[in-house]
């Protein structure tokens, strides 16, 4: 195949991808599962090959992960860590599913079409991020709630961008009907008010999704995993946030480096005080 590539890697995504929390030894599995999401994620949204070629490619990367042929080095790599690790190909199946759909559906119609679309596009890389560590599944729940969140918040960010440049929208087209809008309000060089509430309502949505995650940092037995899952809460936290008080179709929402650093850091440190209070607490019971 082609290169297709954006050029993009792991330090441009708006969250961590296997920072220097993760232990090294879980960190080729996790790169090698990002490598193949990036080269899925940047078919799928490439603003001139055809809806037929972008399917065609990713059944090629299908093809290799389960082993039917090897023409896709990235899939190759990664089918071999799957299979040395024991770890279900499910996960990057599910999220090719997701690419599948970007390829061909450009419109979302409600706030359940959207969750499900984030069952597929999101939820599956937390799953595996826990296999990986070989966390209990019951952690899903929480990192379902936090990886769906996550989704949204890029949505939103990017929801003019995605407009203009793909001409694909994510925000749900019942909630702007009800504002009286149709998705033209995307263009905007700046979000109108009718628009900018809708924005608001979103991430208020969003929250609650943040609320359901927050367990998970306690819940994740892996030391290192759990700081960096505090810090992915406590970003999309500060993230949300914005969306609340900014219009992202003419103001900056993402972190600047030293402002992510702060929030990461302060995410850290939160969840370790959170894990050596819950120890005490622990050696303490009778």
Not at 238 to 246: A, Q
């Amino acid at each position: 195949m082609s290169d297709l590539s954006s050029g993009k890697g792991h330090q441009d995504e708006n969250f961590p991808v296997a920072s220097v929390l993760i232990a090294p030894r879980h960190r080729p599995a996790v790169m090698a599962f990002y490598a193949v999401a990036r080269m899925a994620d940047d078919i799928a949204d490439h603003e001139t090959v055809s809806p037929e070629e972008k399917l065609a490619r990713l059944a090629a990367i299908e093809a290799t992960l389960i082993g039917s042929d090897d023409m896709v080095p990235a899939a190759v790599r990664l089918r071999d860590i799957m299979g040395e690790e024991r770890l279900d190909n499910q996960h990057i199946l599910d999220l090719l599913e997701a690419f599948r759909r970007d390829a061909v559906k450009a419109r979302t119609a409600d706030w359940a079409d959207l969750m499900d679309y984030c069952r597929y596009s999101a939820m599956p890389v937390g799953r595996y991020v826990l296999d990986v560590h070989g966390e209990s599944r019951a952690t899903w729940s929480a990192s379902d709630a936090l990886c769906a969140a996550l989704q949204v918040i890029n949505h939103l960010q990017d929801c003019g961008k995605d407009y203009r440049t793909l001409g694909r929208v994510y925000v749900p087209g019942d909630v702007l009907a009800a504002a009286g809008l149709d998705v033209t309000a995307l263009g905007a060089a700046r979000a109108a008010p009718a628009l900018k509430a809708v924005i608001t309502e979103l991430a208020t949505r969003t929250q609650d999704l943040l609320t359901a995650a927050r367990p998970l940092a306690g819940q994740t037995r892996d030391a290192r995993l759990a700081l960096e899952v505090g810090v992915i809460q406590r970003l999309a936290e500060s993230l949300t946030r914005r969306l609340i008080r900014r219009d992202p179709l003419s103001e900056r929402v993402h972190h600047r480096p030293p402002e992510a650093l702060a929030v990461a850091a302060l995410g850290a440190m939160t969840t370790l005080a959170n894990r050596l209070t819950a120890r005490q607490t622990r050696a303490q019971a009778p």
